[in-house]
């Protein structure tokens, strides 16, 4: 089969297109003929481990998997004997950072993890961004215990996350302020967000209201910052680890001393998350945004693009494009 590779940590140009042999799926597995997956800051930190701390999950010294793409959509080929959920036909999306492959024309998947069937009015097109960014937000928004009614910051809210942050937030009824540069202002309305602010133009941090949760979704901001705008409870989360991995420690700190604090959720995929958001699609509540799309020959391209930091939600790449 066809895929993007990458058997070293570095950047883009350590991704190639060759062929593998076509994956069969075990007992509990499913093969998928993926037909669109995307090139997001998730494949793009494991591919240069810039954070060191990611060679603990993906190999120390070299990658254990060497194709990418930790979100597809695709059509079920193969079931493993186990496998009750799906048949060979059933279009399927989801995420799976932990043996990846969707930089391939062909993966397998557990049938209990992160995989759930297509909504029926979805291209794969459409179907293959919904899981990334909305993935994270939705972890980092249960983690923060914000409630109906409260306030909320989203800091980069035209990031694959911080997009599905907004219209998250919005859906569990909470007041949104978000943030993003001059241009998307109108765009970053249209999700839903109560309030909008551009960096560009207004220090968002200079205001009487107090929020419950501030969400830097790009990694750019600090604590420090944003302490000032926290309720007595409130909670700061980033994307990031901050300057000298001082969201970590902070986090640990702020568990002992309570009062305005970091938090910093460790991500944890789960089928009933992936099944939640098609609901979400489903009910027209949510939509990620798309900003460009690749085709699999094009992907260092892509990657190029994803790490100038400018993408408007999600950059897609097509695989089987053929496929209906």
């Given at each position: ?41 998730t ?9 060191f ?40 999306f989801g ?44 972890g ?44 998307n ?15 560009e133009t207004e ?7 107090k ?8 990694g750019?901001?600090?604590f ?23 969201n ?25 998350d ?51």
């Amino acid at each position: 089969m066809k895929a993007a590779i990458h058997t070293k940590y570095g950047p883009p140009e350590v991704v190639s297109i060759g062929d593998l042999p076509k994956p069969e799926p075990k007992e509990d597995e499913i093969l998928v003929k993926v037909c669109a997956s995307t090139v997001n800051r998730t494949d793009a930190g494991f591919r240069s481990a810039e954070y060191f701390i990611s060679r603990f999950f993906s190999g120390l010294f070299r990658p254990h998997n060497p194709v990418l793409g930790c979100e597809f959509a695709g059509k079920v080929v193969k079931v493993g004997s186990l496998v009750t959920e799906f048949i060979p036909g059933d279009r399927v999306f989801g995420f799976n950072d932990q043996t990846w492959g969707g930089h391939g024309e062909f993966m397998v998947i557990k049938s209990g993890a992160g995989v759930t069937k297509m909504p029926d009015h979805l291209t794969y097109e459409e179907a293959a961004p919904i899981s990334e960014g909305a993935h994270y937000a939705l972890g980092n928004i249960v983690a923060s215990g914000i409630k109906k009614g409260q306030q909320a910051v989203v800091y980069g809210a035209t990031g694959a996350i911080g997009s599905a942050a907004v219209q998250l937030l919005k859906y569990f009824g909470v007041e949104v302020t978000a943030v993003c540069n001059s241009k998307n202002v109108g765009l970053v309305k249209s999700l839903g967000a109560d309030a909008v602010i551009s960096y560009e133009t207004e220090d968002y941090t200079i205001t009487k209201k107090k929020f419950k949760l501030v969400f830097d979704a790009v990694g750019k901001s600090s604590f420090g910052a944003c302490k000032k705008i926290l309720s007595d409870d409130g909670v700061y989360i980033s994307t990031e680890l901050g300057q000298n991995g001082e969201n970590i420690w902070r986090a640990i700190l702020g568990k002992i001393f309570g009062g305005k604090r970091i938090l910093f959720p460790l991500p944890e995929t789960k089928k009933s998350d992936i099944v939640f958001l098609k609901q979400l699609v489903e009910e027209k509540k949510f939509k990620p945004l798309v900003d460009r799309t690749y085709v699999l020959d094009d992907i260092v391209e892509a990657y190029r693009y994803v790490e100038t930091g400018q993408k408007i939600g999600n950059v897609v790449l097509l695989m089987n494009a053929s496929e209906k």
